[in-house]
């Protein structure tokens, strides 16, 4: 991992402008990449990936041990940006994330010791073990890509995004994560077992080491900028975003849903389906996109009136709505 930042925080990068040929060639190449050490699971490669080109954040949930961190470690090789892995656990305080001020004797000064939270990409390992107090100290950071310390703003280098992973609320040592934060989290997405004959490649890849610790960088910071700067200029026809903005109106009057999709989850239902669509080599979006995208960026926002599972009665919720929205043509 390359320690290299090509660009101060505090100035705006020129981001070249890349094609979308160029740039579905780029994000096949990081695919295959990815796919080399998080094996066996293609549609969890490409919904972080649209995560990540909506410049989004990316909250992976599951039991432990299926490959969350391996997959968060993976992406954060393969870009090539600076990172820090955060072990999240019930003593880790405010100040140990964004950083804090301490004496410089020989000045006899304050100076401010940035936290981990200062890199391009920041892995937020099993997140829900924190309290919700340390968990509130990623909102401004997430939301607005900076941090206020001692009454001073410092801007967070781009491309910042988090790679949170959380294990299920019912196991032992966890904490809900609020709804205002999960609202900052564009997809959710869940890796799952892996199929027999993936699980034997896996054992197999691993008699001489953890593979990805020797994945190399292939893209870098501003080409990631640019693959993003590419997602904004996908054309999302007006009746699209009229059937996009339809699902999020259900959800607001849904029966069995006490709390709808926000605004904000609005903007990054919209911005996902760019993404999907450029990963897919097309340069306008598709009423697929939007509904394949609807679980992974609306289920976790929305709270529901449900003794199942949050996640399997979101789920249910939004495949009702998606069979009663009539789809343009």
């Known amino acids: 991992m390359t320690d290299d930042r090509p660009f101060p925080a505090s100035i705006s990068p020129s981001i070249p402008e890349m094609s979308v040929v160029d740039s579905t060639a780029l994000i096949s190449r990081l695919r295959d990449h990815l796919a080399t050490v998080v094996l066996g ?54 100040g140990d994330l964004i950083g804090t001020s301490v004496l410089h004797p020989p000045t006899g000064t304050f100076r401010f010791q940035p936290g981990p939270i200062f ?25 607005e890509k900076q941090v206020s310390v001692d009454g001073e703003t410092r801007k967070l280098e781009p491309p910042f995004f988090v790679l949170a992973t959380q294990n299920p609320f019912e196991f032992e040592g966890t904490y809900p994560l609020p709804e205002s934060q999960l609202d900052r989290f564009l997809v959710r997405i869940e890796v799952g077992y892996p199929e027999q004959a993936v ?51 259900s959800t607001r009057h849904h029966a069995d849903i006490t709390l709808g999709a926000s605004t904000r989850a609005a903007l990054g239902f919209y911005r996902a389906s760019q993404a999907l669509a450029l990963i897919d080599g097309r340069n306008y979006v598709i009423p697929d996109d939007i ?19 949050q996640a399997l009665a979101a789920k249910g919720i939004l495949d009702e709505i998606l069979r009663q929205i009539p789809v343009p043509i």
Not at 119 to 143: C, F, H, K, W, Y
Not at 205 to 223: C, K, M, T
């Open 41 to 94: 699971k293609p549609e969890v490669i490409r919904m972080a990936l649209v995560g990540i080109l909506a410049d989004g954040h990316l909250l992976i949930e599951d039991v432990p041990g299926v490959g969350k961190t391996l997959l968060a470690k993976a992406i954060a090789h393969a870009l090539g940006c600076t990172f820090h892995r955060i072990q999240f656990t019930p003593d880790l305080l405010p």
């Open 119 to 143: 890199a391009q990409i920041v892995l937020a390992d099993e997140i829900n073990r924190a309290t919700p107090r340390t968990q509130s100290a990623l909102l401004e950071a997430m939301s």
């Open 199 to 249: 699980e034997l490649a896996i054992l197999t890849q691993h008699r001489n080491g953890e593979p990805v610790d020797q994945l190399p960088a292939i893209l870098n910071a501003l080409q990631v900028l640019s693959l993003q700067q590419a997602v904004r200029g996908i054309t999302f026809a007006e009746p699209l975003a009229k059937y996009l903005l339809a699902i999020i109106e």
């Open 291 to 309: 509904k394949r995208l609807a679980v992974p960026v609306l289920a976790h926002r929305i709270l529901v009136r449900s003794s199942r599972s």
